[in-house]
């Protein structure tokens, strides 16, 4: 695919993530932050953002795992993960942590499990599009067009 | 980003202090930010957009860590960034310590923006809470915040008794228009208009700089108490006093200014003769200050019918509750404080107690405020004893620099008194919202010595943000001292009552009250805590930095510990802090309570005469010294007179705020005993 046709592709698709609220305006704002000094910037957060994430997912699975469940634990974890979503833009992530964060105060482990649930899949899903995207923008780069801004 | 011409000046002195970077004329560029966050993608991309804003960011994930730097490195920052949620230290902790540290204005953040743990930074002095996920743009005005605290602290310092009101009156629009760091666009116009009235007051400032000094030493108040109790107090007047003195040198303004301070004492003294609860000790008793809900301003709220009888139960049996623990600690504070504040009665009274306790509790925690040279053993009880107040005096901001000092400006009484009355508390809401700027003092302060409609400001604006769930709450520093107060934004008293402190905020009082109260209730405390008066920053600095001497001498009511005393103290204090440490503009009095606090031990056993003659002693060389010692730091030149002015002007706030609260007479022989 020619370096256009890349760009349009990747224009598009970044502006689909938006509209189905994979992301929100909090990307954006990482993507303004990436320049000459740093240009990977986005996809070092990104990365970062998995590894934690995925980190915290395993630490939650655990601790609802468990036989008494300590709800204040699950409820930090949570609140660590719906702030790091949050800073990255994953919209949909954050918001079903804020879901989850509700039946913590509950002390509901059914509900907590069912939530964590949906976490991970919106978690992966949004991975799936970011590294989409990112592979998208490498192509662009290789074939030696520049990645544009979509603000 | 348009930099005024003394605003660079009043920047640079401050960034002077960063060792002469040589980045005094970009500033804010170059500005040194400590940013903690456990989160690795948050801690990234904040790095980032300091960066962006070409501040000179360290990053650490860590709080143990962070303090370690703070404190490997004193002047090694300029404004402390913290998450609230860190596993291994609670984010208010952090704060609390910073603020008693090193004073730094911190701010907070956090993806929670519940009011409760955004109105608890409010009570433990940061200086700013962002919610996440952070923009750029909130960050690139948090210079705003160092600037503000050094302004305070510079212009603390700098007040002598002679202060226009106009040049104080400066000060609330320009917080109020700063307190709001979300809002850019007000941001840039209030700028503008900071930079004007940074004008204005700088050459104020710089005229007042040239003012000779009077030194209000011992001797000096004792023939000034003589002269007004030689024409009767309701005779004095600046005039005839002076006459009377026969000192040449004294203005008739310096005595006018004395004379203020002295009545506004008189009326707190008698003030809490009247009420066993609602003292306001001249020092700023820190258990008036320190909220104790149930101190004195809930009794006077609840007779006043404006507090519903079970919030007061409530929040004295929480005071209760709280002080229950400190009795060891508290009492010697609570001790100490008396002394300064001539409210040996207040032990009498049940809810007196109460609020000695919680008073002293909460004085503990605010001395967060107090450099480290502050025994730490001592220190450490007084954190173990004391709520955790998170480091409101930090000036958080301000942080970390939080907290400054509250100023309320007492000179709205009919106002407030409304306001106090107002059994809804809509209105004070209203009130608050009308104040549009959140202004949070945090330390002693400086700030404090605005009066004007500062205090409706204040008022509006602590509460504001927090009932308009801003995201954003912005703390006005007031005082550059986050000491004991809101800075503590740092850890200070939680729940310091207000009681008749007017129109200082507390962060810390705000958030004790709310633990307490609810619904209506907590607006009044907040309204209440906001309203501490200076003099009770300074007395909890100086009693925090002495309550190891307090614990050694009970000294209860000693009628005749001038004011001057506390401000002898806090003075030789700061002067001693200035001598001992190269501290920065971070450094305001509080810091230099601490110092004094160790030099004071001795003192305060002896006689308080001979205290304070020996501090004044050591404040005239001490500031000598300083001057001479120092570059650059504008601290150095504050004059005893200032301090002291400072602490009457508190005082004096405070007074008024009795006033309407209702307390009335002077009666100084009419100390609780």
Same mark, same amino acid.
Request: proline residues 4%.
């Given at each position: 695919?020619?370096?256009?046709?890349?760009?349009?592709?990747?224009?598009?698709?970044?502006?689909?993530?938006?509209?189905?609220?994979?992301?929100?305006?909090?990307?954006?704002?990482?993507?303004?932050?990436?320049?000459?000094?740093?240009?990977?910037?986005?996809?070092?957060?990104?990365?970062?953002?998995?590894?934690?994430?995925?980190?915290?997912?395993?630490?939650?699975?655990?601790?609802?795992?468990?036989?008494?469940?300590?709800?204040?634990?699950?409820?930090?974890?949570?609140?660590?993960?719906?702030?790091?979503?949050?800073?990255?833009?994953?919209?949909?992530?954050?918001?079903?942590?804020?879901?989850?964060?509700?039946?913590?105060?509950?002390?509901?482990?059914?509900?907590?499990?069912?939530?964590?649930?949906?976490?991970?899949?919106?978690?992966?899903?949004?991975?799936?599009?970011?590294?989409?995207?990112?592979?998208?923008?490498?192509?662009?780069?290789?074939?030696?067009?520049?990645?544009?801004?979509?603000? | 980003?348009?930099?005024?011409?003394?605003?660079?000046?009043?920047?640079?002195?401050?960034?002077?202090?960063?060792?002469?970077?040589?980045?005094?004329?970009?500033?804010?560029?170059?500005?040194?930010?400590?940013?903690?966050?456990?989160?690795?993608?948050?801690?990234?991309?904040?790095?980032?957009?300091?960066?962006?804003?070409?501040?000179?960011?360290?990053?650490?994930?860590?709080?143990?860590?962070?303090?370690?730097?703070?404190?490997?490195?004193?002047?090694?920052?300029?404004?402390?960034?913290?998450?609230?949620?860190?596993?291994?230290?609670?984010?208010?902790?952090?704060?609390?310590?910073?603020?008693?540290?090193?004073?730094?204005?911190?701010?907070?953040?956090?993806?929670?923006?519940?009011?409760? %743990?955004?109105?608890?930074?409010?009570?433990?002095?940061?200086?700013?809470?962002?919610?996440?996920?952070?923009?750029?743009?909130?960050?690139?005005?948090?210079?705003?915040?160092?600037?503000?605290?050094?302004?305070?602290?510079?212009?603390?310092?700098?007040? &002598?008794?002679?202060?226009?009101?106009?040049?104080?009156?400066?000060?609330?629009?320009?917080?109020?228009?700063?307190?709001?760091?979300?809002?850019?666009?007000?941001?840039?116009?209030?700028?503008?208009?900071?930079?004007?009235?940074?004008?204005?007051?700088?050459?104020?400032?710089?005229?007042?700089?040239?003012?000779?000094?009077?030194?209000?030493? %011992?001797?000096?108040?004792?023939?000034?108490?003589?002269?007004?109790?030689?024409?009767?107090?309701?005779?004095?007047?600046?005039?005839?006093?002076?006459?009377?003195?026969?000192?040449?040198?004294?203005?008739?303004?310096?005595?006018? &200014?004395?004379?203020?301070?002295?009545?506004?004492?008189?009326?707190?003294?008698?003030?809490?003769?009247?009420?066993?609860?609602?003292?306001?000790?001249?020092?700023?008793?820190?258990?008036?200050?320190?909220?104790?809900?149930?101190?004195?301003?809930?009794?006077?709220?609840?007779?006043?019918?404006?507090?519903?009888?079970?919030?007061?139960?409530?929040?004295?049996?929480?005071?209760?509750?709280?002080?229950?623990?400190?009795?060891?600690?508290?009492?010697?504070?609570?001790?100490?404080?008396?002394?300064?504040?001539?409210?040996?009665?207040?032990?009498?009274?049940?809810?007196?107690?109460?609020?000695?306790?919680?008073?002293?509790?909460?004085?503990?925690?605010?001395?967060?405020?107090?450099?480290?040279?502050?025994?730490?053993?001592?220190?450490?009880?007084?954190?173990?004893?004391?709520?955790?107040?998170?480091?409101?005096?930090?000036?958080?901001?301000?942080?970390?620099?939080?907290?400054?000092?509250?100023?309320?400006?007492?000179?709205?009484?009919?106002?407030?008194?409304?306001?106090?009355?107002?059994?809804?508390?809509?209105?004070?809401?209203?009130?608050?919202?009308?104040?549009?700027?959140?202004?949070?003092?945090?330390?002693?302060?400086?700030?404090?010595?605005?009066? &004007?409609?500062?205090?409706?400001?204040?008022?509006?604006?602590?509460?504001?943000?927090?009932?308009?769930?801003?995201?954003?709450?912005?703390?006005?520093?007031?005082?550059?001292?986050?000491?004991?107060?809101?800075?503590?934004?740092?850890?200070?008293?939680?729940?310091?009552?207000?009681?008749?402190?007017?129109? %200082?905020?507390?962060?810390?009082?705000?958030?004790?009250?709310?633990?307490?109260?609810?619904?209506?209730?907590?607006?009044?405390?907040?309204?209440?805590?906001?309203?501490?008066?200076?003099?009770?920053?300074?007395?909890?600095?100086?009693?925090?930095?002495?309550?190891?001497?307090?614990?050694?001498?009970?000294?209860?009511?000693?009628?005749?510990?001038?004011?001057?005393?506390?401000?002898?103290?806090?003075?030789?204090?700061?002067?001693?802090?200035?001598?001992?440490?190269?501290?920065?503009?971070?450094?305001?009095?509080? &810091?230099?309570?601490?110092?004094?606090?160790?030099?004071?031990?001795?003192?305060?056993?002896?006689?308080?005469?001979?205290?304070?003659?020996?501090?004044?002693?050591?404040?005239?060389?001490?500031?000598?010294?300083?001057?001479?010692?120092?570059?650059?730091?504008?601290?150095?030149?504050?004059?005893?007179?200032?301090?002291?002015?400072?602490?009457?002007?508190?005082?004096?706030?405070?007074?008024?705020?009795?006033?309407?609260?209702?307390?009335?007479?002077?009666?100084?022989?009419?100390?609780?005993?």
């Amino acid at each position: 695919m020619e370096v256009g046709q890349l760009q349009r592709k990747f224009v598009d698709y970044t502006a689909s993530l938006f509209c189905e609220g994979f992301l929100d305006e909090q990307f954006t704002q990482l993507q303004q932050l990436q320049d000459e000094s740093n240009p990977d910037f986005v996809v070092e957060v990104v990365s970062l953002f998995f590894e934690d994430t995925e980190k915290l997912l395993n630490d939650l699975t655990r601790a609802l795992d468990q036989q008494s469940v300590d709800f204040k634990k699950v409820d930090a974890h949570v609140h660590q993960l719906k702030g790091s979503s949050s800073s990255i833009g994953a919209q949909r992530v954050r918001n079903a942590c804020i879901a989850f964060r509700n039946f913590c105060e509950e002390q509901n482990t059914d509900a907590c499990s069912k939530c964590l649930l949906q976490v991970k899949q919106e978690y992966s899903l949004v991975k799936n599009k970011l590294d989409t995207l990112f592979r998208l923008e490498q192509q662009i780069v290789e074939a030696g067009g520049a990645v544009p801004m979509v603000g | 980003m348009k930099l005024g011409g003394e605003q660079m000046s009043m920047a640079s002195s401050s960034v002077s202090l960063k060792s002469g970077d040589g980045l005094a004329d970009v500033f804010p560029a170059g500005l040194r930010v400590l940013v903690v966050d456990d989160d690795p993608t948050c801690l990234m991309i904040l790095e980032k957009m300091l960066r962006n804003c070409l501040y000179e960011v360290t990053k650490c994930n860590r709080a143990e860590v962070a303090l370690l730097l703070l404190r490997e490195n004193k002047n090694g920052f300029d404004i402390v960034i913290s998450d609230v949620h860190m596993p291994d230290m609670d984010g208010f902790k952090l704060l609390e310590h910073i603020g008693l540290e090193m004073d730094l204005p911190v701010i907070m953040m956090s993806a929670d923006d519940s009011k409760n %743990v955004v109105m608890k930074g409010v009570t433990h002095g940061a200086c700013d809470y962002l919610i996440k996920p952070v923009r750029i743009e909130a960050l690139r005005n948090i210079w705003q915040h160092v600037v503000r605290k050094r302004k305070h602290e510079w212009k603390d310092f700098e007040q &002598s008794g002679s202060v226009e009101d106009g040049e104080r009156q400066q000060k609330p629009p320009e917080d109020a228009d700063y307190s709001s760091s979300a809002n850019e666009g007000n941001w840039r116009s209030a700028k503008r208009r900071k930079d004007e009235e940074d004008e204005v007051e700088d050459r104020d400032d710089t005229s007042s700089l040239k003012k000779p000094r009077v030194v209000w030493s %011992v001797e000096l108040h004792q023939q000034f108490v003589a002269a007004v109790n030689q024409l009767g107090i309701d005779k004095a007047v600046p005039k005839k006093i002076l006459e009377l003195m026969n000192v040449p040198g004294l203005t008739r303004e310096n005595v006018a &200014s004395h004379l203020q301070k002295y009545r506004l004492y008189l009326r707190r003294l008698s003030g809490s003769g009247h009420q066993g609860g609602l003292n306001n000790s001249f020092m700023g008793n820190p258990e008036a200050a320190f909220g104790s809900l149930n101190g004195l301003d809930l009794q006077a709220l609840a007779a006043a019918g404006q507090l519903p009888a079970h919030s007061l139960a409530t929040l004295q049996a929480a005071t209760l509750g709280r002080s229950t623990n400190k009795s060891a600690i508290s009492m010697p504070l609570a001790d100490q404080r008396n002394v300064f504040s001539f409210e040996t009665p207040k032990l009498r009274f049940g809810d007196g107690q109460q609020q000695q306790l919680n008073n002293s509790a909460k004085q503990v925690n605010l001395l967060h405020g107090i450099p480290t040279n502050m025994d730490s053993k001592q220190l450490a009880n007084l954190h173990q004893s004391g709520q955790p107040f998170a480091g409101m005096n930090m000036q958080v901001n301000s942080h970390g620099g939080q907290s400054s000092s509250i100023l309320m400006p007492m000179g709205q009484p009919p106002s407030r008194s409304q306001i106090v009355n107002e059994s809804n508390g809509n209105q004070v809401s209203r009130l608050l919202s009308s104040a549009g700027q959140p202004m949070l003092s945090n330390g002693i302060g400086g700030g404090i010595l605005t009066r &004007s409609g500062v205090v409706d400001n204040v008022r509006g604006a602590a509460y504001h943000p927090v009932s308009q769930g801003s995201s954003m709450v912005d703390f006005s520093l007031s005082h550059s001292a986050d000491l004991p107060y809101n800075s503590f934004p740092l850890g200070n008293n939680s729940g310091m009552s207000i009681l008749t402190s007017k129109g %200082v905020l507390h962060q810390e009082e705000a958030n004790m009250e709310m633990k307490g109260s609810r619904g209506l209730v907590p607006s009044y405390d907040i309204f209440n805590e906001l309203h501490q008066p200076k003099s009770q920053d300074w007395g909890l600095q100086n009693v925090g930095l002495t309550f190891d001497i307090s614990q050694q001498a009970n000294i209860h009511g000693t009628l005749d510990v001038p004011q001057s005393v506390l401000v002898q103290q806090g003075y030789s204090s700061s002067q001693k802090t200035m001598l001992n440490r190269n501290s920065s503009i971070g450094k305001t009095m509080f &810091s230099a309570g601490e110092e004094s606090g160790h030099l004071n031990t001795s003192n305060i056993g002896q006689q308080l005469h001979s205290f304070m003659a020996d501090n004044s002693q050591r404040v005239k060389t001490e500031t000598h010294t300083d001057a001479t010692g120092q570059n650059g730091l504008y601290s150095e030149q504050f004059g005893q007179d200032d301090i002291i002015s400072a602490l009457f002007k508190q005082q004096e706030d405070i007074r008024q705020a009795e006033n309407e609260f209702g307390f009335d007479g002077y009666h100084l022989d009419n100390l609780p005993a």
